[in-house]
């Protein structure tokens, strides 16, 4: 299946299902970027944005083993990669962000958001992230780690990889890192910046390297 053109994924469809002329791009770019806003678009933008968003879905699913339930948002300026036995579960509401890098195993519950430039890799026990959580853009997710024995080089030793776990309604705040093997509990705020190295419990705010509760939510 040929590849879309990333400057131009919609089909030919009528004028009037089109954004105006000159805007059209720069409506792609918006959505891109800001994606969230897939759900408010007026009902001709809408129709036209379905149209874009089917074409590209369509060949996602057709080259990689990205499975989707639902209506869902996926930049095609992401870069999402699931060879077999690594695959990539999307379902219905959630989005994907320009620039973000997905490797699966990965599991994304119901409205997920993951903003741009964010760099998720299941590594080999894979992650889940559930329901209506909020990955701020930049953020990493990497769910495997080099060993590094003194015996021999590091590039020859392989992984480990434990998994990751976000429970629901979690929000990670911009440029946060998760490492491997951490399960964040339903509820928790990650602080901006934040490195993620042990587990997180429920209802917790947490921030800082290494990240440490600093409060309850109310």
Known sequence: MTRPDNASQNPELPAAAHPQGKYEAQQ??????????????????????????????????????????????????AQLFAEPGRAIHIRDGSFIGANAVLHGPIDIGRKVGINHHCQIDGGKKGIVIGDECRIAAYCSLIAFNHRYDMAMPISEQGINSKGITLG???????????????????????GMRSVVTKDIAANTVAAGNPAKSIKQRP
Do not use: C
């Not at 994606?35 to 080259?63: E, G, H, R």
């Open 168 to 190: 629901k309604d979690i929000w990670l705040g911009t440029h946060t890192a998760v490492v491997d093997g951490v399960t964040i509990g339903d509820k928790a705020v990650v």
């Open 28 to 77: 792609k770019q918006r959505l891109n970027y800001m994606p969230w806003l897939y759900w408010s678009l007026k009902p001709k933008l809408k129709a036209w944005a379905q149209a874009w968003q089917a074409q590209w879905q369509a060949y996602l699913t057709d080259m990689e083993t990205v499975h989707i339930e639902g209506e869902v948002f996926i930049s095609p300026e």
